[in-house]
């Protein structure tokens, strides 16, 4: 029988004789495995973590591994990873899309049905807890050298009041030279619109409606482009239908054909744990940013649309009371802009975005205002030029109506990405960024999460556009607003940068999720692969006081007609501040969601009161978690409660 030592052989074995072990290694591979285990046995002492904090992998079953794109925290304290096909054409091609729900406090994993290809959608927490999705991918792209067959828009026109024409993906459109297309996407053109007149009861005038579908040349080659709008036949269409309803082309080219986004929303229901459908968009949205207004309702913001262009601001709004969209006022933006609601219902935008859009168009930073529709110019942010792929978010608490942004790069597969950090004070007149703490490299794809002792707590990244170079920063830190420093804290395993995400969870730990690198070494020649690990950060007040934590006791899910709510707990007098947390909802390093709001807080025997603010400015409808801390920043698990 073969010998097999026991664990505490084995460490016996390596003290001891660890120098043997090493002999039989040239000199760098010894130096290098002597530090590893050396750096192993650092972090892992109870002194180093009381400190710096520590970080654990969650064992997930090989089933439930996808490609994390979004990530969301519901208020069943379950967590939604969203991967739709996972920018993976093939999975993309057969249909196949991925939702996980996790539950991180039992560890337990569950398939959501995914019923549209949610890559690259936007989302943002509804007032009831369910979670909207709107947007997404309809088509893949298509780079320079890879297109053979011309493709384009064809406006659909129907001529008729009495009926709307449904038209399936694969609708051909012959041009009068017999030149065909074919549709990609199925679409329905409304009835046209009649005017009567009000005495006779007659049709004066009939406008027709009309609706854009992306097309593609049945054969391959040049003689299928066209510069020149024409008028197409829909074939397999006869009578009255085929003389109402028609194609107008667009221009169709050989151009590189971006990603294509689309209509479709739905709420994502945590009870139910399914999605659930409601009124798609007027616009097809692919990277766009969903942000929450303060009666509750949705903001969507650009995009690319059903042909790969970037919005040009037809923004809309939608009612979660009703289902429906609404036009909303327009502005254009690069695709995922970061906008944060402020006090007073204006937005701000801190220049932050990911993706699209030109270099000289939506990137200036400054407050819109909804209802009057004007942005204000915020002067003083250095670097400008490298906002994309930037972490940025509403200081803690809210009520300093303070914007950090942190890090980013060039536009596009730009090399360049900074240093630089930058804060700016809403309150203020005229405000102006100032000059944060520099971060340890220039740093693009920063996760940054708020922390519930009004800390924040940032990590991986990389400095080359998604990773490349094994750019990947495996490091961590920690950002105090009070003093404007970085403080250490403990290094990630995992490096992370495009495609990855972090949010707080109810009991005061990070999860990291996601990473999807152009290519997986240094010299750029192996194509990358999506990171499928999860890594959790446990921060240093939970390894020096977590067995003695403050804890609430029973209390209500939602507030009094005084906006109060009492919980019980043993030792009010070691509570010293209370922060109501809104969940987040994050991808491609945009999180508009998270949000600290500090709470009055009054103190009796054997409970605590908090007092929360009457600002849905400030406090925007929906589902928070409360966290109360001791002295030391030390903070309770989160209890659940609903702000109406």
Same mark, same amino acid.
């Given at each position: 029988?073969?010998?097999?030592?026991?664990?505490?052989?084995?460490?016996?074995?390596?003290?001891?004789?660890?120098?043997?072990?090493?002999?039989?290694?040239?000199?760098?591979?010894?130096?290098?495995?002597?530090?590893?285990?050396?750096?192993?046995?650092?972090?892992?002492?109870?002194?180093?973590?009381?400190?710096?904090?520590?970080?654990?992998?969650?064992?997930?079953?090989?089933?439930?591994?996808?490609?994390?794109?979004?990530?969301?925290?519901?208020?069943?304290?379950?967590?939604?990873?969203?991967?739709?096909?996972?920018?993976?054409?093939?999975?993309?091609?057969?249909?196949?899309?991925?939702?996980?729900?996790?539950?991180?406090?039992?560890?337990?994993?569950?398939?959501?049905?995914?019923?549209?290809?949610?890559?690259?959608?936007?989302?943002?927490?509804?007032?009831?807890?369910?979670?909207?999705?709107?947007?997404?991918?309809?088509?893949?792209?298509?780079?320079?050298?890879?297109?053979?067959?011309?493709?384009?828009?064809?406006?659909?026109?129907?001529?008729?009041?009495?009926?709307?024409?449904?038209?399936?993906?694969?609708?051909?459109?012959?041009?009068?030279?017999?030149?065909?297309?074919?549709?990609?996407?199925?679409?329905?053109?409304?009835?046209?619109?009649?005017?009567?007149?009000? @005495?006779?009861?007659?049709?004066?005038?009939?406008?027709?409606?009309?609706? @854009?579908?992306?097309?593609?040349?049945?054969?391959?080659?040049?003689?299928?482009?066209?510069?020149?709008?024409?008028?197409?036949?829909?074939?397999?269409? &006869?009578?009255?239908?085929?003389?109402?309803?028609?194609?107008?082309?667009?221009?169709?080219?050989?151009?590189?054909?971006?990603?294509?986004?689309? @209509?479709?929303?739905?709420?994502?229901?945590?009870?139910?744990?399914?999605?659930?459908?409601?009124?798609?968009?007027?616009?097809?949205?692919?990277?766009?940013?969903?942000?929450?207004?303060?009666?509750?309702?949705?903001? *969507?913001?650009?995009?690319?649309?059903?042909?790969?262009?970037?919005?040009?601001?037809?923004?809309?709004?939608?009612?979660?009371?009703?289902?429906?969209?609404?036009?909303?006022?327009?502005?254009?933006?690069?695709?995922?802009?970061?906008?944060?609601?402020?006090?007073?219902?204006?937005?701000?935008?801190?220049?932050?975005?990911?993706?699209?859009?030109?270099?000289?168009?939506?990137?200036?930073?400054?407050?819109?205002?909804?209802?009057?529709?004007?942005?204000?110019?915020?002067?003083?942010?250095?670097?400008?030029?490298?906002?994309?792929?930037?972490?940025?978010?509403?200081?803690?608490?809210? =009520?300093?109506?303070?914007?950090?942004?942190?890090?980013?790069?060039?536009?596009?597969?730009?090399?360049?990405?900074? =240093?630089?950090? *930058?804060?700016?004070?809403?309150?203020?007149?005229?405000?102006?960024?100032?000059?944060?703490?520099?971060?340890?490299?220039?740093?693009?794809?920063?996760?940054?999460?708020?922390?519930?002792?009004?800390?924040?707590?940032?990590?991986?990244?990389?400095?080359?556009?998604?990773?490349?170079?094994?750019?990947?920063?495996?490091?961590?830190?920690?950002?105090?607003?009070?003093?404007?420093?970085?403080?250490?804290?403990?290094?990630?395993?995992?490096?992370?940068?495009?495609?990855?995400?972090?949010?707080?969870?109810?009991?005061?730990?990070?999860?990291?999720?996601?990473?999807?690198?152009?290519?997986?070494? =240094?010299?750029?020649?192996?194509?990358?692969?999506?990171?499928?690990?999860?890594?959790?950060? &446990?921060?240093?007040?939970?390894?020096?006081?977590?067995?003695?934590?403050?804890?609430?006791?029973?209390?209500?899910?939602?507030?009094?007609?005084?906006?109060?709510?009492?919980?019980?707990?043993?030792?009010?007098?070691?509570?010293?501040?209370?922060?109501?947390?809104?969940?987040?909802?994050?991808?491609?390093?945009?999180?508009?969601?998270?949000?600290?709001?500090?709470?009055?807080?009054?103190?009796?025997?054997?409970?605590?009161?908090?007092?929360?603010?009457?600002?849905? &400015?400030?406090?925007?409808?929906?589902?928070?978690?409360?966290?109360?801390?001791?002295? =030391?920043?030390?903070?309770?698990?989160?209890?659940?409660?609903?702000?109406?």
């Amino acid at each position: 029988m073969a010998y097999s030592p026991s664990q505490k052989t084995k460490k016996t074995v390596f003290g001891i004789g660890g120098i043997v072990v090493l002999l039989g290694l040239n000199a760098p591979a010894a130096l290098d495995f002597a530090g590893a285990q050396y750096h192993a046995y650092k972090i892992a002492q109870p002194s180093y973590q009381a400190r710096y904090g520590s970080w654990t992998q969650v064992d997930i079953p090989e089933e439930y591994r996808t490609n994390a794109i979004h990530a969301a925290l519901l208020h069943t304290g379950k967590v939604l990873i969203v991967a739709g096909s996972g920018n993976e054409q093939r999975k993309f091609n057969k249909g196949s899309f991925d939702t996980v729900l996790w539950d991180p406090k039992a560890n337990t994993f569950k398939k959501i049905d995914t019923p549209d290809d949610f890559f690259c959608a936007g989302h943002a927490q509804l007032p009831d807890g369910r979670l909207l999705v709107a947007g997404g991918t309809a088509r893949y792209e298509l780079l320079d050298g890879e297109v053979d067959r011309a493709a384009g828009g064809m406006r659909v026109k129907n001529e008729s009041p009495n009926k709307a024409m449904f038209l399936k993906k694969g609708t051909v459109f012959r041009s009068p030279a017999g030149v065909e297309y074919v549709s990609r996407f199925d679409v329905t053109v409304p009835k046209a619109r009649a005017l009567t007149d009000g @005495r006779t009861g007659r049709t004066t005038r009939v406008t027709a409606s009309e609706v @854009r579908v992306f097309v593609e040349a049945v054969e391959k080659g040049p003689l299928s482009v066209t510069e020149r709008q024409a008028q197409y036949e829909i074939v397999g269409l &006869t009578g009255k239908d085929a003389n109402n309803t028609y194609g107008l082309s667009e221009r169709i080219s050989f151009d590189k054909q971006d990603f294509q986004g689309i @209509r479709a929303a739905y709420e994502f229901d945590p009870k139910a744990e399914r999605y659930v459908t409601v009124d798609p968009m007027d616009k097809a949205r692919w990277y766009p940013t969903l942000v929450g207004l303060e009666d509750g309702r949705v903001l *969507a913001v650009s995009g690319l649309d059903d042909l790969g262009k970037i919005d040009p601001g037809d923004n809309e709004i939608y009612d979660p009371r009703t289902k429906k969209w609404s036009p909303g006022p327009k502005r254009y933006f690069p695709t995922y802009p970061a906008l944060f609601l402020t006090k007073g219902g204006k937005l701000f935008y801190p220049a932050s975005n990911a993706g699209y859009g030109p270099a000289d168009r939506g990137r200036e930073p400054g407050l819109w205002d909804l209802k009057t529709n004007t942005f204000q110019y915020v002067p003083g942010l250095r670097d400008a030029d490298e906002t994309e792929t930037s972490a940025s978010l509403l200081l803690p608490p809210a =009520q300093d109506q303070k914007v950090m942004l942190l890090g980013g790069g060039g536009v596009g597969e730009s090399k360049k990405s900074t =240093q630089r950090t *930058a804060v700016v004070d809403l309150k203020k007149d005229n405000p102006v960024f100032e000059d944060g703490p520099d971060l340890p490299q220039g740093t693009r794809y920063l996760n940054s999460v708020i922390m519930p002792d009004d800390t924040v707590f940032t990590s991986n990244g990389s400095e080359d556009y998604r990773g490349r170079s094994a750019s990947n920063i495996l490091k961590a830190q920690f950002y105090d607003p009070k003093g404007n420093v970085f403080r250490e804290a403990a290094a990630p395993m995992v490096g992370r940068n495009y495609h990855s995400e972090a949010l707080l969870l109810p009991d005061g730990r990070v999860a990291t999720f996601g990473s999807d690198p152009l290519f997986d070494d =240094q010299q750029n020649t192996k194509l990358g692969h999506f990171e499928q690990r999860m890594e959790i950060f &446990t921060p240093p007040t939970l390894h020096k006081n977590g067995k003695n934590r403050p804890a609430l006791g029973g209390g209500p899910r939602q507030l009094d007609g005084d906006r109060r709510a009492t919980f019980t707990t043993a030792h009010p007098e070691r509570i010293t501040t209370a922060r109501l947390m809104r969940p987040s909802a994050v991808t491609h390093t945009t999180d508009v969601e998270q949000r600290s709001i500090a709470l009055g807080l009054t103190r009796t025997g054997n409970s605590v009161t908090v007092d929360v603010p009457n600002d849905p &400015t400030l406090v925007p409808p929906g589902w928070y978690m409360l966290f109360v801390t001791d002295a =030391q920043g030390t903070p309770s698990e989160a209890k659940w409660i609903q702000v109406e």
